[in-house]
């Protein structure tokens, strides 16, 4: 079965804080994709990355990191100095290698004040 | 113009009506997607679609249709609205690197 958990619902920090946003997945798959998307107010869904099961190579863009480590099924996100455009919900997806299905986490609410 | 466009983006509907919303893409992908988003559950699969003639349902399909009506656009109708059947709807296509791209979304209300 494939399953996405995001243990962290809300959290909040003050704007320069580093946060990290947790994601454990399951999945019986050998070759898989990995995602974050962020949902900002405004309701629409931003593409942020996308990583294969293969490439456990984390990634750095500006202030955003991700950490992939397949031993422990997880794909964390860390967000470096936080701004208050950061607050937004922010989901992880699982899907395998022939794309059919889309598994979403639950979404981790982020609140960065000023 | 955005790549996945939904009409409407919000409706307010009574229950018992029937009601589409309607998506489409400029992006060129087979691959089409229904979600629906509730507090706290992330998005769930109500049906997607390959091709114009490949549907097939998702997790929660029950009290929903598609329809696909070109390689552009998927419909997605509920019958006889329900007050649970409101929620945030999205649209996605699944490009070749797998990645999913969403439309704006559609806030459904049934009253």
């Known amino acids: 079965a494939q399953k996405v958990t995001q243990a962290q619902t809300e959290i909040s920090v003050v704007e320069k804080e580093d946060v990290t946003l947790d994601c454990v997945y399951e999945?019986?798959?050998?070759?898989?994709?990995l995602f974050w998307y962020k949902q900002p107010p405004s309701g629409e869904l931003v593409f942020l990355i996308r990583?294969?099961?293969?490439?456990?190579q984390n990634e750095i863009s500006g202030r955003y990191s991700w950490n992939f480590q397949k031993s422990t099924s997880s794909f964390n996100f860390t967000i470096t100095a936080s701004q208050v455009v950061d607050s937004a919900v922010y989901f992880c997806?699982?899907?395998?290698?022939?794309?059919?299905?889309?598994?979403f986490g639950s979404g981790t609410k982020l609140n960065v004040k000023p | 113009d955005a790549d996945v466009t939904q009409t409407p983006r919000n409706r307010i509907t009574k229950t018992g009506k029937r009601i589409m919303l309607e998506c489409s893409q400029t992006?060129?992908?087979?691959?089409m997607y229904w979600y629906r988003q509730d507090p706290g559950l992330g998005l769930r699969l109500i049906y997607y679609?390959?091709?114009?003639?490949?549907?097939n349902k998702g997790e929660i399909s029950d009290g929903y249709s598609v329809s696909r009506q070109a390689q552009a656009k998927f419909s997605l109708s509920l019958e006889s609205a329900i007050p649970n059947q409101t929620a945030l709807y999205f649209c996605?296509?699944?490009?070749?690197?797998?990645?999913?791209?969403f439309g704006q979304g559609t806030r459904l209300t049934v009253v």
């Open positions: 997806a699982l899907t395998s290698n022939n794309f059919n299905k889309f598994y």
């Open positions: 996605a296509t699944r490009g070749q690197g797998g990645e999913a791209f």
């Open positions: 999945t019986r798959d050998t070759t898989y994709y």
């Open positions: 679609s390959f091709d114009v003639k490949d549907i």
């Open positions: 990583r294969n099961s293969f490439d456990e």
């Open positions: 992006k060129g992908h087979d691959r």
